[in-house]
């Protein structure tokens, strides 16, 4: 029996990592927008750097446009003790992207700093 997480077709997956200290960024919170501007997901990244929610499996994933993912990136870090002002440099990340086929998985990978980010569609 594997420990991997197995996901069908479909759906959205959302990893953030701080990389200037090499940590999953636990607690940092995440909302997820649909074509139509509605919320479809929103919660906090969990200890192994995932957002935990149906959407992963598809749930809600019903109509190709563009998304938005926004990263409340500043609030995080504040939080976690790091010195960075109000604002911060990134205080909340938006990230659009658009999916096409609803039968592929669309995984986002978030790598930070209090200064910079990468993100881009990665393999799930």
Sequence with gaps: MSDRVHLKPGGISIHVFDVSRGIAATGLRVELKGPDGKRLASGEINASG????PTMQGDGIVATGMYEAVFHVGEW???QGVAVP???FLEA???RFG???L???YHLPLKMTPW???LFRGGA
């Design 103 to 105: 039968a592929q998985h």
């Design 86 to 88: 109000s604002p911060a």
């Design 93 to 95: 990340v938006p990230y």
């Design 77 to 79: 870090y504040r939080a």
């Design 116 to 118: 910079g980010f990468s």
């Design 99 to 101: 999916i096409a086929d």
């Design 50 to 53: 995932v957002l935990a929610h």
